[in-house]
């Protein structure tokens, strides 16, 4: 072959790489938050700043016992809030709104708590019905002009799907056929045995975001302690660059809320714990005594998020968040974040 030909072809092999999902992710850090449509889609929208995120999970979609995720225009179980389930015109609004600010848009399926309208994802994934689900998600992709799926299968689940070795073949179907269209695929996962996704898995992800907090909570934890702090952080992201994540596409997890224990009430967003306690909240990650049988609050002040993002910015992909409406109404949590992702300057400034 002549040496321009040889050129040629090695040109155009790097400008698909390029393009290719999997290189953009790698181009910069990534900011990705959570935006929980059930706590009212539309009225969420119009309060959340979202200036800082470069991707946007809509939480949480699932099927029904059919794999269906659409049912005369309406999701099939996806709460919008106080409105029902959300439909495909509210959905593909929402993507819109949120795109127009710079940000791609995922749809993030499943979640922590499987509501009951949903059907049954270990059955649903078995290789009698896995392929419906997976036209299902791309269906949704289409007809709300997404920019991918997002996965958040846990605990007893995610760990039921794999032992019937049904977790990696939908992973890895569903990945190839996303990409092809030039879509994402994105996971969530925790870094404790039983709860995290194999590693047969993690090739086929764009990201793999491991959620570095809810070490303890109202009812599960060791009492006394801290829920996500930063020596958490640094072992996780150890974790999963061990397990064999690229670095450019890990993207570590991070709370905009707290837990609280005795007297305090047991779950605050941060902007309710600042509005709360004023300075307490910015001084440190514990209101109060963190001990068994005290009363205290766990959560993660601005340095801290802030000491988390540079080692996410020096070791990883970037930050991902649960969850966007928690941040105060001037960002301080998100802007803290950006600016040392992106070197940014912080626009929030607490006296």
């Not at 009951?116 to 289409?142: E, F, H, M, T, Y």
């Not at 194999?198 to 090739?203: E, K, T, Y």
């Not at 941040?327 to 950006?338: K, M, N, R």
């Amino acid at each position: 072959m002549p040496l321009s030909r040889i050129a040629h072809v090695i040109g155009l092999i790097l400008v698909l790489l390029a393009l290719s999902p999997n290189a953009q992710s790698a181009t910069r850090p990534v900011m990705v938050g959570y935006f929980p449509a059930f706590k009212g889609l539309d009225a969420r929208l119009a309060t959340t700043p979202i200036d800082h995120y470069t991707h946007i999970n809509i939480a949480f979609a699932n099927p029904d016992n059919s794999g269906a995720l659409v049912r005369d225009g309406k999701m099939a179980c996806m709460s919008g809030g106080s409105d029902g389930n959300v439909t495909v015109g509210a959905l593909r609004d929402a993507a819109s709104r949120l795109r127009a600010k710079g940000a791609k848009v995922l749809l993030s399926v499943a979640g922590g708590v499987i509501p009951q309208c949903s059907g049954n994802w270990a059955a649903l994934l078995g290789p009698g019905k896995r392929d419906a689900v997976q036209a299902a998600l791309l269906a949704i992709v289409d007809a709300a002009r997404l920019d991918g799926i997002d996965i958040d299968i846990e605990g007893e689940l995610l760990t039921k799907i794999d032992r019937q070795r049904d977790y990696t073949p939908f992973v890895a179907a569903l990945s190839a056929a996303l990409h092809t269209r030039g879509k994402l695929l994105t996971v969530a996962t925790a870094s404790y045995e039983g709860g995290m996704i194999p590693v047969a898995s993690i090739p086929y992800f764009d990201l793999v975001m491991p959620m570095s907090y809810d070490a303890i909570g109202s009812s599960w934890g060791q009492p006394g302690t801290e829920h996500s702090t930063k020596a958490q952080a640094a072992r996780d992201v150890a974790l999963w660059l061990a397990r064999g994540v690229r670095p450019e596409r890990l993207v570590l997890g991070v709370p905009f809320y707290g837990y609280g224990f005795g007297s305090y009430a047991p779950g605050n967003g941060f902007a309710e714990l600042l509005a709360a306690h004023g300075k307490a909240a910015l001084a440190g990650d514990v209101i109060g005594k963190a001990c068994a049988g005290c009363d205290y609050i766990t959560f993660n002040a601005p340095d801290t998020i802030r000491r988390k993002s540079e080692l996410a910015r020096a070791r990883a992909g970037g930050v991902m968040v649960w969850e966007m409406t928690q941040d105060t109404p001037d960002q301080l949590l998100g802007s803290t974040i950006a600016q040392v992702l992106f070197r940014r300057a912080q626009r929030s400034r607490i006296d």
